[in-house]
């Protein structure tokens, strides 16, 4: 609601007695807001997730007295708010999710808790990199994520003394039976750690982020969890005897580490286990080792060789991960090297590369069939040739970020996954050989600047969100020859190159701004057309729209500065607001004979400087064009009046009964308006808004019983000064109580202010409205 208010409000509380229940997500995000009161908001239980989201200035806020529960990134990024205190109703702090964490990187350094709180829930990253110094854990809190402090400077931690779950010396929290988990360990805790002897298990992220250089553990552990150790300036590292398996993340950004002890009991290494350990070079895999996760030794970029037991089972994908030279020893017949690619699965899957050179050519056998996620991930090549494979799949982030230059797809090709070949800046033709594969997934082709040859299958039904955005080089792709497409995503070809849009009749959904921004000349299109789909589409000249276009939205041909002309077909119902805004060649717009059309919203030919009429057909029974304006046959209801027809004064039909919402919007050379009947029965929302030389509306009829949409006259500044209406008692009354001045209904005004005649003697307005309609 006031996301963004960067440079406006700086404060805001709430009345007594304030009925406030709910506020929605990002209400304040990113605002200049500096100090909140929420004192009064007796009725508030739940803030919400990223309400307060980076804002940056806040310093100051008094939360509701009466509040349960603190959504995801309410607070993140607060990096001027030091000091909070919780009321002693709230149960819960939410965890972090893809919005954030709920007091992430915020400047706070101190929480008040108080002992008579009932918090019992803290879940994942609540203060994680927070510069909390202090805090308090109540006697309810028996469900703390141990993430929840990851990376605070905690110089002293209390318990209050009736909470049994856990226990601290000031630095380190344990938890379980007789204290045997090592719980949490402060970031301010430095050196050499020993594990105390009471300890067997470590919790997940115990000591993720703290600030340990070596870390020593004693032989009757026997569990250790993810993230344990991640992020800390450990060196070397050896593991205990009991431990059998090396944690998912569990050393991920321990960025001096260079050497690790296996024991022979380790038989699994889970996933992203050394995760950015850019050191790591000094490591041998023990005997009895089954399984390496995913992405394990994912950017390990000083590991240089390694040797696969005879035991490994299961090498996951992306383990070797930006990884620049790397030797692979392996006499395990589960995996097979040829040249520079890596094999498992009989052969069947490709999950690893070795290569560094960008003149290198790929080829993958015939009995593959699948190319793992990841597998070529900022890799060095330069072609791909498949041995005329008769099924294969090309999993996700498969060649993303190399510097593939051209691939051919082989015949039994079935699945691409997400981001398979996104940013791919030197990707220039891809060859589709076969027509198995429907799909198109999000960010296929994303931001591959040079792709240029490249046609679609005829199989393909669906193309995923932003999947050839940016691919600026793009040109024909053979859409119009898709005949069983039934769906291009959000922003699929948004600034990209695309040249031709000509969508077959197959297609039932476009997403928003699907072709904004790209260099499209042709559209035809025969399904409803999104928000922005063509916005800033400045090459477009030819607008084919189709039986099956039910509606326009909003934007969607914003800013198309060549488009010269449309027809609009006979089952378009709305035209949206602002959607053919700034289209500034258009001129001609026709109409089919007795189309449906009910609606066209405000702002929609704004900008339109050569746009004078809509067309019609001379046989049209549905519609007539009048004096600049679009009605109904018989003239009962005004739709939209063109905001550039040169129409200064316009007489409104004696039969018309509504005038619909936005139809003068923005008409800047309109004057007066002359309501000649008696039959107006409503002028709806924003009729006339933003018209800035509007200075006079007659009403003839003295009998006139019409109804006001809101903000009808917004905007129209010389309609409220003096004499600017010529109104009934009970229309005067009603738009007075809308805020239209009293004075702009009297007679007796200046010359310079009305543009009534303003003789020596005075006349009714009524004497002088025949003459009026003969100037028209």
């Known amino acids: 609601m006031f996301y963004g208010c960067k440079d406006a409000i700086t404060s805001i509380s709430f009345e007594k007695g304030s009925l406030l229940k709910s506020i929605s997500k990002y209400c304040f995000a990113q605002s200049a807001l500096e100090s909140v009161d929420m004192s009064s908001c007796s009725e508030l239980t739940f803030l919400n997730a990223a309400v307060f989201y980076q804002c940056a200035k806040l310093s100051s806020i008094k939360l509701p007295p009466n509040l349960i529960r603190i959504g995801t990134a309410c607070f993140q990024d607060t990096t001027n708010l030091i000091e909070i205190e919780l009321p002693d109703s709230v149960t819960t702090l939410d965890g972090s999710s893809k919005l954030g964490r709920t007091f ?106 703290a600030s340990l250089s070596e870390i020593i553990m004693h032989d009757d552990i026997t569990n250790v969890y993810s993230w344990c150790f991640s992020g800390n300036p450990i060196i070397t590292f050896s593991f205990p005897k009991q431990i059998t398996l090396v944690a998912s993340s569990m050393f991920r950004g321990c960025r001096y580490l260079t050497t690790v002890y296996f024991t022979k009991n380790i038989t699994v290494i889970q996933d992203s286990a050394f995760y950015d350990c850019f050191e790591l070079k000094n490591i041998e895999l023990p005997p009895n080792l089954t399984e390496i996760g995913n992405s ?45 690619v890596m094999y498992r699965d009989n052969n069947q899957t490709v999950f690893t590369y070795l290569g560094s050179n960008t003149n290198y050519d790929v080829i993958i056998r015939s009995d593959c069939t699948a190319i793992a996620s990841n597998t070529f991930l ?81 199989s393909i039904e669906k193309i995923g969100n932003y999947a050839f955005q940016d691919c600026t080089n793009l040109g024909d792709i053979g859409l119009s020859s898709l005949s069983s497409l039934n769906s291009i995503g959000i922003s699929a070809f948004m600034s990209s190159g695309l040249t031709t849009a000509n969508l077959p009749n197959s297609l039932n959904y476009v997403g928003t701004s699907a072709f904004n921004n790209s260099k499209i000349q042709d559209l035809s299109i025969s399904c409803n057309i999104s928000q922005m789909m063509c916005q800033y589409c400045t090459s477009l000249t030819t607008l084919d729209l189709r039986e099956g276009v039910f509606q326009i939205s909003l934007f969607a041909f914003n800013g198309c500065k060549s488009l010269e002309g449309f027809t609009i077909p006979k089952t378009l119902l709305t035209i949206g607001s602002f959607s053919f805004q700034n289209c500034e060649q258009l001129s001609e717009v026709n109409m089919v004979t007795n189309c449906n059309l009910k609606t066209v919203e405000g702002g929609c030919f704004t900008g339109c400087f050569n746009l004078k009429e809509i067309k019609l057909s001379p046989a049209e029974a549905n519609f007539s064009f009048y004096n600049g304006a679009l009605m109904n046959y018989i003239q009962t209801k005004l739709i939209v009046f063109i905001p550039y027809s040169e129409i200064k004064n316009f007489m409104v039909p004696s039969e018309m009964e509504v005038i619909g919402s936005y139809a003068f919007m923005g008409s800047p050379q309109l004057m007066r308006v002359f309501f000649s009947g008696s039959k107006i029965k409503r002028i709806d929302y924003q009729a006339f808004k933003n018209c800035p030389n509007l200075n006079f509306v007659f009403f003839a009829s003295s009998k006139i019983d019409v109804a006001f949409g809101s903000e009808v006259f917004s905007g129209c500044y010389n309609l409220v000064k003096c004499g600017g209406f010529s109104a009934p008692s009970s229309v005067r009354n009603t738009l007075i109580a809308q805020g239209i001045p009293k004075i702009a209904f009297n007679n007796e005004c200046d010359i310079s202010v009305t543009c009534k005649i303003q003789p020596q003697f005075k006349i009714s307005t009524m004497y002088l409205f025949p003459f009026i309609q003969m100037l028209i």
């Open 296 to 340: 394990a030794f994912y950017k390990c970029r000083s590991l240089t060789h390694i040797s696969l037991t005879e035991s490994l089972q299961t090498l996951g994908d992306g383990v070797f991960n930006l990884i620049t030279n790397i030797e692979i020893d392996s006499q395990n017949p589960n995996f097979f090297i040829d040249e520079f």
């Open 104 to 209: 992430g990187n915020s400047a706070l350094t101190r929480i008040t808790i108080s002992r008579n709180s009932n918090l019992t829930t803290i879940e994942s990253d609540v203060f994680a990199n927070s510069n909390l110094d202090f805090f308090f854990i109540p006697s309810l809190c028996t469900k703390l994520d141990p993430s929840s402090l990851a990376g605070c400077p905690l110089n002293e931690i209390a318990i209050d003394e009736r909470n049994q779950a856990y226990k601290t010396d000031g630095k380190i929290i344990y938890s379980g039976a007789e204290n045997n988990t090592l719980f949490f360990v402060s970031s301010t805790k430095t050196g050499s750690f020993t594990i105390p002897s009471f300890v067997t298990r470590i919790s997940s992220s115990a000591a993720r982020g």
């Open 378 to 458: 900022s890799k060095k090549l330069k072609n791909v040739y498949f041995e005329n494979n008769e099924n294969m799949e090309i999993r996700a982030n498969a060649f993303d970020y190399s510097t593939i230059v051209s691939i051919e797809m082989p015949p039994g090709l079935s699945l691409i996954g997400d981001s398979a070949f996104s940013n791919c800046q030197n990707l220039v033709n891809v060859t589709f050989q076969g027509n198995k594969l429907t799909t198109i997934p999000d960010y296929c082709f994303y931001n591959s600047k040079n792709l240029k040859y490249i046609t679609l299958p005829k």
